[in-house]
C-alpha cells in the first residue's frame, strides 16, 4: 500500500508491510495462504486468526532498516584503517605515560558545565509531506515518504518560565538509512533555516529573534554535493556549510553534517541564543521552524536531505552553546570514573585527544586515515528490536482495533517448534527451513516443477492444503521433496533431476491418444506447450539478434518506453527514467527497472506482475496486443534488423540463412513446407523492392544502409531474408513461446441473470469533488460559515489535514432548483442541471478511506490494497467484449495529474492481464505499438502477418495445441486493431451538430473529447469506458479551481448522456460519475479550500437500468454525516454488478485458497436505485 498523504499514519504502512511479508512467506515457503486468517478464522482454513498473529508477531518485533554494506576488498580496507588509528594512538599514549591522569583531570573538569535543557513535548502544527512517531524521549521520528523540500513547524508547550536559549538535538535512529540522524542515503541532513515563534494564551503570535548560533558540528563552507545538486537549473546558487547559515535569512545557505562516512552518523545538536529571553506564560506555545531546502530536485529517496529524527529543548542558562561533547562521551565523563570500563576510556581517549592542542599532527594524521573510509553501498535489512515490541491480535486485521496480547508462536496444524527455540526470526526461520516441516521442501520443489511444466505438481502452488486440487503425483511430490531435503536442500542437483527426465524429454506433439487419455495433459501424456516470462521473451529477441548483453550484476536497465506513461495525466507524478545508454540497453530483462504499480509495458503485456503482492503463479494471456508489441516495439524491431543483418552476412543462398533463422529463432530447422512459406513470401518482398512499393532503405535504418560493409544495391537485392527474419521474430512467440491459456478471454459470455446494462463507462472526478459546490446544497452551513462545528461532530474523526479549528465553510457559488425533481443545483453545473431528469443522484455515499490512494482502490477494486482487479476489469472477466478489433477495457487520462493510485485504478491485479485496461491517448497512436516500423506498409505488414500466421496453421496441424489458433487469431486481430483504433478515435469525422455538443475541437485533447469517443468507442463493442479526471483536490484556490473543472467537464458529461440517449444507447449503457469521496463542510487553507471527507459525497449514475430522476438519500444539515439511506462503496459496486447482470457474491475468481470478488464480503444491493 502507498499512501503518504496527510493523515495518514505511519504505523498503518508498518502493519501493511507484515501483511505483504506474512502473505509472501505463506505463500513461497509454507505453501499456505494467510490473507483469510488476516481477518478472521475460517471453518475451512487450518491457520486460524490467533496463529496468523502468532505468526506476525516473530515479525513484528524489528526496525526496517538501510544499513551500509561493504565488499571484501572494503572491509580489509576498513581493518587496515582502525589498525592505523589504534596504532597512533598507541604512540600518543607511549610518547605521553600521564596521558591516564591527564584524561581523569580534564574529566573532573568537564564534569558538571553542562548546561540544563528541558525538552518539550511537540506535536506537528502546520505542513504537509512527512508523517511523524513522537517517542517516549520526547523526539520526533521522521516516517513516510519525503519530499525534497520541507517546512515543518513543530509547537509545544513549555513550563513556565523565561527562557533564553532553544537545542535542537538531531538523533540517531534504527529505522533511519545508516542510523541516521538524518533520511539522505548517507544518513545526513540540511538545516536551511531555523526559526522560533511564541503565541501568548491570548492567541497573539510574534517571531523570536535569533542573536547566535553554535553546534557541536561545524563543517566549512562549500557547493552542493551529489545527490543533492538541483540539475534542473544551469547553476545551483545553494551552499552549506557551519550552523551561521542557518540563521542568516538566506534560503540558499544551510547547515549541512555531512561528513565522511566514517564520522557522519552519529548525534549532533545545534543551539539557537534567542535575542532576548522569553517569558512564557502558562498555556503559551513556542512553535520551532525547521526549513528544510537543500535536498534535490527530485523527490525520491535518493536526493531527500530531512531531519531523520529531532528533540526541541529550552533552558533558562544565559548564552549557552553547544556541548561539544557527543552524548555518549558525556555520559561516561559524568560517571563515577571507578565504574568506567575499557571500552569507555578508549571512547574517551579518542575525543580528548582531539582537544590537546600539542596533538595536532597526530590528529591530522588519524583525520586523513579515516578519510579513506569506503562508502560501502546501503542495503535494506530488518534488526531486531532492543525493547520488544508487544503484539496484539487485530480485529479484521485493522491496526486500530488491537486486542487480546499475542505471543509469538508457530501454526499448531503445523510441525510443531523445539520447546529450545527462540521467539525471534531466527527461531522462525529454523522452523520454516526445518525437515520436519510438511510443505517447505514440497513448495519449492513444486515452483521449480511449475517454472519447467507449466502447472506445478499442485496446481496451485501457494496453496497445498485440503482446499486446494489434489497433487497429480503426489509420490513424485513427496521423493522430489526428500532428495531436494537429501541434497542440503542444493537446487542445481534438483533442476538437473527434472531436465534429465523422461517426463520432460518427451515430445509436445498432440495424438488423437493424448486427447482421449489425457485432454488436459494433467498426466503429462505428452510434453507441456509452455510459453516462457515475459523477460524470457525479451531475452529470446536480444539473444537471437546478437544484442544480448549477459553480463551479471550493475545498474538498473531503462530501455526505451513510452514516457507518456511516467508522466502526468498518465501518472500521478513524473517517474524518473534515465534511458540507458550502449550496451546496457541490452542487458537482461532481470535488470530492467520496475516500479511497484507500473511495470516496463512490453514485459507487462507478457504478463510480467507488478509488485503490488507476492507472485508465486503468473497468468499466462494471448492478446492482440502482445502480437502489435513483437511486431512494432522499438526493441524488438530493432532485434529483428540486427537478426536480419546476421542472415543477410552469410552467403551460402536463401535456404541456408532461413535455416539459420529458424535455429536462431526455434532452436530447430524448417520442414520443407515451412521453407517453402519463407521463400514465398521472400519472393513477395523482393517483388515489392523491384517494384518501388518497399523501401527498403527505410526499413533498416539510413545508418546501416549508409554504411561501408552493407552497400545499398546489396542490400536491396538480399534484404528479403531481412524481412524474412523479421517475420521469425513473430513465430519466435508461437513455436517457442506456445502457451495453454483459455481459447479466448474475451469472448462474449452470459451473465448469471439477464442484465439491464450491457456497456458502463465510468467518468472519474479524481481528486474529491466538492459535493457543497455542486449538488449538495446546505443553507445552515451557509448560515454558520466561519464557525467552529459542533465538538461532538468531530469525536473520533479522521482527518488528512484540517485541524479541530477548522471553521465552517459555506458553498462558494449558488444553488438553483433544477428538473422535476427540484433538486438544488450549483450554478456551475449549467449543462448536467439540464438533464437532471436523466440521471440517478445519489447523495448519501460513503467510503472507508479520507486519502486519495486508497479511497480510489477502495472505489475501483473493492480494497484500499493494491492488488485486486478493477471493476472493469471484473466486468470483462464476467462479460467478455463484443469487440473483435478493439480492447475489452479501455482507459483515458486528462486532468493536471494522474490517478494517485496509479494504473491500479485499472488494473486485472490477480485477473488474467488480458482484462486491464488499457490507456488510450487522443494524441498520436491511441495504442501502444499501434504503427508500423519506419518504412514498413500496411500491405507488407499484412503480408508478415500472412506468413507468421501460415506458419503458425501448420504447426497447428502437426502439434494440434488449441493456443496456437488463439494466437493466430492476435495477430489477425492486431493487424486489424492497426486499422480500427484510429478510426475509433478520430472525432473529426462526427458532424457539426455533434462537436458543438460536446464543446470539442478535434485538434485538441480534451475531456469532453474523451467523452465523445467513449461513445463512439461503447457504439463498436467496446465493454468498458474509464475516464479519469485528476483535478479536483481542492484543499486551496477552491473557488478558482472549481469553476474550472466544472468547466472542462459539465459539458462533456451532460453531452454524452444527450448523445447515447439519442442514439438508443443510453437504455443498455450504464453511465456513473464519481469521485473517491467528497469534501469536508469545514475549510481548509486559509478561507478557500476544503479538505477529504469520506462520510458523505454525491454520486450520479444514467442510463443501464437506474432510476432516471431519482434523487437518492440525505446528509445531515451541515453535510457531516448521512442520515438517510447510506451507500457504501461496496453497496455500490454491489448494485452496479446487479445492473450488469451478475450477483455479486457469485461472481468471483479463486486466488491464494480463497475466492475473491470485487465487494470482498461485504455489500449490498441497494434496489431503490433501480427502475
Known sequence: MVNEEGGADPEQFRVEGLFDRMDAIGKAMLGVTTQCAQCHTHKFDPLTHEDYFGLYAYLNNVHEATIAVYTDEEQTEIERIHAQVNAIEEELKAATPDWRERLSEWAKQTRGDEVAWQAVKVERENFTGEKFSYLDDLSVLSQGMTGTQLTADMAGKPAPGRYAAVRVEFLTHPSLPRGGPGRSIYGTHALTEFRCFYTSPSGERRQ?????????????????????????????????????????????????????????????????????????????????????????????????????????????????????????????????????????????????????????????????????????????????????????????????????????????????????????????????????????????????????????????????????????????????????????????????????????????????????????????ARAPRLRVGAESVRDIALATSGLLEDRVGGPTVYPLT?????????????????????????????????????????????????????????????????????????????????????????????????????LLCVGRKPRAEELTVVLDYLQSVRSGIDAGAIDAVAIVGDEAAASDTVSRRWFLQQCGVGLGAIALQGLMANDTLGATAAADPLAPKAPHFAPRAKNVILLFMGGGPSQFEMWDYKPALLKHDGQLPPAELLEGYRAAFINPQSKLLGPRYKFAPAGGSGLMVSELLPHTSKMLDDLCVVRSAKTDAFNHAPAQLLMQTGSQQFGRPSFGAWTTYGLGS??????????????????????????????????????????????????????????????????????????????????????????????????????????????????????????????????????????????????????????????????????????????????????????????????????????????DGRDHHPNAFTIWMAGGGVKPGLVYGATDELGFNVTENPVHVHDLQATLLQLLGFDHKQLTYRFQGRDFRLTDVHGEVVHDLIA
Open 562 to 662: 513510452p514516457m507518456f506513461l511516467l508522466e502526468p495525466p498518465a501518472s500521478y507524478g513524473k517517474k524518473p527514467w534515465d534511458l540507458s545508454k550502449g550496451s546496457e540497453r541490452y542487458r537482461r530483462s532481470l535488470y530492467v527497472q520496475k516500479y511497484r504499480t507500473s511495470v516496463h509495458p512490453p514485459l507487462q503485456l507478457f504478463d510480467a506482475p507488478n509488485g503490488a503482492v507476492s507472485c508465486v503463479r503468473r497468468n499466462r494471456s494471448n492478446t492482440p496486443l502482445q502480437a502489435l508489441t513483437l511486431l512494432n516495439e522499438e526493441q524488438f524491431v530493432e532485434c529483428s534488423r540486427e537478426m536480419a543483418e546476421r542472415v543477410i552476412a552469410m552467403d551460402e543462398g536463401d535456404e541456408a540463412r532461413i535455416e539459420t533463422a529458424f
Open 208 to 524: 523570536l529573534k535569533i542573536a547566535s548560533a553554535s553546534s557541536d558540528r561545524e563543517l566549512p563552507d562549500r557547493e552542493m554535493e551529489h545527490p543533492f545538486v538541483d540539475t534542473t537549473k544551469p547553476t545551483d546558487p545553494r551552499r552549506v556549510g557551519p550552523i551561521a547559515y542557518a540563521i542568516d535569512e538566506d534560503l540558499n545557505t544551510g547547515w549541512h553534517t555531512k561528513s565522511g562516512p566514517a564520522d557522519r552518523n552519529r548525534d549532533c545538536k545545534a543551539v539557537f541564543v534567542l535575542a532576548e529571553p522569553i517569558e512564557i506564560e502558562e498555556g503559551g506555545v513556542l512553535t520551532f521552524r525547521l526549513k528544510q531546502d537543500h535536498g534535490g530536485w527530485n523527490a525520491n529517496d535518493t536526493q531527500t536531505n530531512m531531519a531523520g529524527r529531532y528533540r526541541f529543548s529550552v533552558t533558562k542558562a544565559p548564552a549557552p552553546v553547544a556541548d561539544p561533547l557527543p552524548r555518549s562521551v558525556r555520559d561516561i565523563v559524568n560517571r563515577d570514573e571507578a565504574s568506567w570500563s575499557r571500552s569507555d576510556v578508549a571512547e574517551l581517549f579518542g575525543y580528548w585527544r582531539t582537544t590537546q592542542a600539542d596533538w595536532l599532527a597526530p590528529n591530522e594524521r588519524i583525520a586523513a586515515a579515516l578519510a579513506e573510509y569506503p562508502e560501502g553501498v546501503n542495503q535494506c535489512v530488518v534488526i531486531e528490536r532492543e525493547e520488544p515490541r508487544v503484539t496484539h491480535l487485530l480485529q479484521r486485521g485493522d491496526f486500530l482495533k488491537p486486542g487480546d496480547v499475542i505471543e509469538p508462536h508457530t501454526p499448531t496444524f503445523l510441525h510443531p517448534q523445539p520447546a529450545d527455540s527462540p521467539s525471534t526470526r531466527l527461531g522462525l526461520a529454523r522452523w520454516v527451513a526445518s525437515r520436519d516441516s510438511p510443505t517447505t521442501s514440497r513448495a519449492f520443489v513444486n515452483r521449480v516443477w511449475q517454472a519447467y511444466f507449466g502447472t506445478g505438481i499442485v496446481e496451485t502452488p501457494e496453496d497445498l492444503g485440503s482446499q486446494a486440487p489434489p497433487p497429480s503425483h503426489p509420490e513424485l511430490l513427496d521423493w522430489l521433496a526428500v532428495e531436494f531435503m537429501d541434497s542440503g536442500w542444493r537446487q542445481k542437483p534438483l533442476h538437473r533431476r527434472i531436465v534429465l527426465s523422461a517426463a520432460y524429454q518427451q515430445s509436445s506433439r498432440v495424438t488423437n491418444e493424448h486427447r482421449e487419455c489425457d485432454p488436459s495433459n494433467r498426466w503429462l
Open 882 to 1087: 463484443e469487440s473483435r478489433d478493439l480492447p475489452a477495457f479501455v482507459v483515458f487520462n486528462s486532468g493536471k495529474n494522474g490517478p494517485s493510485a496509479g494504473t491500479a485504478n485499472w488494473g486485472s491485479g490477480f485477473l488474467p492481464t488480458v482484462h486491464a485496461g488499457v490507456e488510450f491517448r487522443t494524441v498520436g497512436d491511441p495504442v501502444l505499438y499501434l504503427s508500423n516500423p519506419e518504412g514498413v506498409t500496411s500491405e507488407l505488414q499484412q503480408s508478415t502477418v500472412n506468413t507468421v500466421n501460415a506458419l503458425n496453421r501448420q504447426n497447428l496441424d502437426l502439434v494440434g495445441d488449441a493456443e496456437i489458433a488463439t494466437r493466430i487469431n492476435s495477430y489477425e486481430m492486431a493487424y486489424r486493431m492497426q486499422a480500427s483504433a484510429p478510426e475509433a478515435v478520430g472525432v473529426a469525422s462526427e458532424s457539426q451538430h455533434v462537436l458543438d455538443l460536446y464543446g470539442v475541437d478535434p485538434a485538441k485533447p480534451s475531456f469532453a473529447k474523451n467523452c465523445l469517443l467513449a461513445r463512439r468507442l461503447v457504439e463498436r463493442g467496446v465493454r468498458f469506458v474509464q475516464l479519469f479526471h485528476e483535478s479536483w483536490d481542492q484543499h486551496g484556490d477552491l473557488k478558482k479551481d472549481i469553476v474550472k473543472n466544472c468547466a472542462d467537464t459539465d459539458q462533456g458529461c451532460a453531452a454524452l448522456v444527450t448523445d447515447l440517449k439519442q442514439r438508443g444507447l443510453l437504455d443498455e449503457t450504464l453511465v456513473i460519475w464519481c469521485g473517491e469521496f467528497g469534501r469536508t463542510p469545514m475549510v481548509e487553507g486559509g478561507d
